[in-house]
């Protein structure tokens, strides 16, 4: 049973007794009776062990891989100020994925943070896990742990909720806490018995000669400098994603056979860092034993690619991430499956998605942002074209019959409340002057129409004048809508020709657009407006192909941010939701107040560097894979990607993480991957004025030659990617002056040959 379950931790937390004695004990000195009086009034909360007779003793405790850091010896100082120092250093050294829980001690003097005990401690004893991971843990953040470990029953003292910093992270609530794999330092520090202060049982004299280096800690964090997480992270990520049930030992076995080149075939190493998924120990020594004992052949090729892609000395920018991350050309292709979302998220989104099964979360991630965007008002950000944009989005979510497209309603149910509380008293408004003007004779006085209607959501069916009138009163807010079906558009579509709807798309987009009709009668609708709309929509995958069929070359896909939902297995279990409830909104307000009271022209230099980066890595890719129709979807795209990352800047307080970029990343990698999977062929083939190809999505041409080539090479490569003969030359010529190949005679054969260069075309994932 869990010693600590959520519903008895949020009675502590809102308890007014806690409170008062937390109060009480703040004003009396910290070793005195009193204290001691008033702590033993404060229930104590388990968070080290679980016990399986539901009392409280060292023999039936389970661990549950969670510790603390007890920091009572401020020196003064005030605790939150402390820890905003600490979780600065958490940040640059990866390890803020451990912390589940940080509140002020009872006596409103100290700090407390429990954490999840990295998994390479997993091989010791549950007390050595602690006690070593406490010792390893306070040495990296610079601070000094204060907490004695006798047992895992040991307790600690509740405080109120207004004590707590962070959290409570839901993976408290597990009975057995997944370990995360981070980076440790290359000596973990001993235990107490193992410090300098410890008899020593040897001396210099009596080791032989070279002991030192013999005995010299092992590096069981990383290969030549790249933490081993990484390189399994990114082996999943090539592979097909983490391992799902029904595959688990299979998979884990596959990636035990790789590791093992770059781990000298030690089996105790691979149990520290292997990932277990919910095998038992017995079954992962069996699956590494197994693995280790094949006969030994050279370094398999995917990892020797992920192993100089991850190189601190591999090339940032360039041709290098998007090289990696999206073209996979020679292995994987473009259409298998979309780019794998990060396991950190900023905390925005990570909240946003918190109640969202897994194969849902990355569509949620996509289409919050309209909503979001939404909240902004008169608010601009100066893109890297020096052009000021302001949070458009425009999220279509492609999907087929059955798969759950619903699963965006809730979290954007819950960002639009306040603007949906707002409109609801405008609407009243409205309709009590409508009552009124009809009450009224044809020849009396009518009062005019109330000022200050912003009104900004509207319905899907709304036609051209009432679009334009809700604009015009909106007063430089942005308008939004959801639409269950893309075709709900159609009302806006116009008269004659039609494709009005698609117009509006296009304009909404672009800075300083206009909009807007002329009418001759007193009571038509006669504006002129700057189109600000953002919407949603949702659509199966073919109904969504054949809307937008005509339109292909036009505008509206390069400027939409397209998500999906995978296809679930025939039969697999139905994903369940968690609720929605007060805390989840009390947790989002925070987020919407700060994009509610923006103003002006924000900058965010770590947004625009980001931007900058990721339009050189697009080039590059376009010049590799020679797809226009890449080039000309990444544009905007690089746009969107920009936009979402000064949305989520200004929502987290003006502040950036490195979360944030590698989900802006990821979001891109996404909304790219959709486009091309979608509409790529089509969209060539309108542009080309041919019939559709079989092929789907650009390739990385230079992936698909040989180390050493031709230009007959060359030419049969484009040909088999229908490219035409004519460009090769130019190709050739740009990858030569990018530093991709290098050119030098064959004498052999009396002509030139070409030559990657492999330190230009290793990929950069950026993860």
Known sequence: MLACPPEKFDEIADSPQVAQTCRLLADVPHDSDEAKRLKQQLPLLMFMANYSDGHRHAESALPTGMAYLDLDDLKGENPREVWQRIVQRLIAKG???????????????????????????????????IERSKLWLADELGVEDDSKTKDLARGSFAVPRGYIIYGPDKRMWREVVEAPEVALAQAIPPTAEGRSDAPEHHTEEASPEGAQEATS??????????????????????????PQTGERNDRLHRLAAHLRYITDNDEQLLLHIMPRYGLREEEMRSLIHSACSARFYSMPRKLQKIVAD??????????????????????DGWASAP????????????????????????????????????????????????????ATFMNVLMAGTGAGKDCISQPINHIMADIRRRDAENLAREKAWKDEVNSRGANKDKRQRPEGLVIQEIDADMTGPAFVMRMSEADGHFLYTKLNEIDQFDALRGNGRGGQQFQIMCLAFDPGNRYGQTRVGTQSVTEKVCIRFNWNASTTVRKGQRYFQNVLTDGPISRINFCTIPEREIGAEMPIYGTYDARFDEELRPYIEQLCAARGTI?????????????????????????????????????????????????????????????????????????????????????????????????????????????????????????PRQGVQDMIRMWRNRGYIEERTNEQLNSFVFSKLKYRTTSNTGK
């Not at 800690?217 to 983490?242: H, L, M, Q």
């Not at 990444?634 to 949305?647: D, E, G, H, N, W």
């Open 603 to 723: 900058d965010c230099p770590q947004a625009f560097r980001l931007a900058q980066k990721l339009k050189n890595e697009c080039a590059d890719f376009a010049r590799l894979s020679q797809s226009r129709v890449y080039e000309n979807l990444s544009f905007r795209a690089l746009v969107i990607a920009y936009l979402k990352a000064c949305v989520l800047f200004v929502a987290h307080g003006y502040k950036w993480s490195k979360e944030m970029e590698n989900f802006v990343r990821w979001s891109l990698d996404y909304d790219l991957w959709c486009k091309m999977h979608f509409f790529g062929e089509a969209i060539e083939a309108a542009e080309n004025g041919s019939a559709t190809t079989s092929r789907r999505g650009p390739r990385n041409l230079l992936e698909l030659l040989p180390d050493e080539f031709t230009m007959e090479d060359a030419v049969r490569v484009r040909r088999e990617q229908g490219l």
């Open 95 to 129: 390890l803020e994925s451990l912390v589940v829980l940080v509140h002020v001690s009872c006596s409103g003097k100290g700090l407390r943070i429990v954490y999840i005990i990295p998994r390479q401690f997993g091989l010791l004893s549950p007390t050595e896990q």
């Open 217 to 242: 800690p092992v590096d069981c964090s990383s290969f030549k400098g790249i933490p081993y997480a990484d390189i399994i992270s990114e082996w999943f990520r090539r592979t097909g994603g983490e």
């Open 310 to 331: 991850l190189s601190p000395e591999a090339p940032e920018g360039d041709a290098a991430a998007l090289m990696g991350r999206q073209a996979a050309s020679a292995t």
């Open 339 to 390: 780019p794998q979302m990060p396991r950190k998220l900023p905390p925005l989104v990570r909240l946003l998605v918190s109640k969202t099964p897994d194969i849902y979360k990355p569509a949620v991630c996509h289409a919050v942002f309209p909503a979001l965007g939404v909240h902004l008002h008169k608010t601009q950000f100066r893109y890297i074209d020096n052009v000021e944009h302001e």
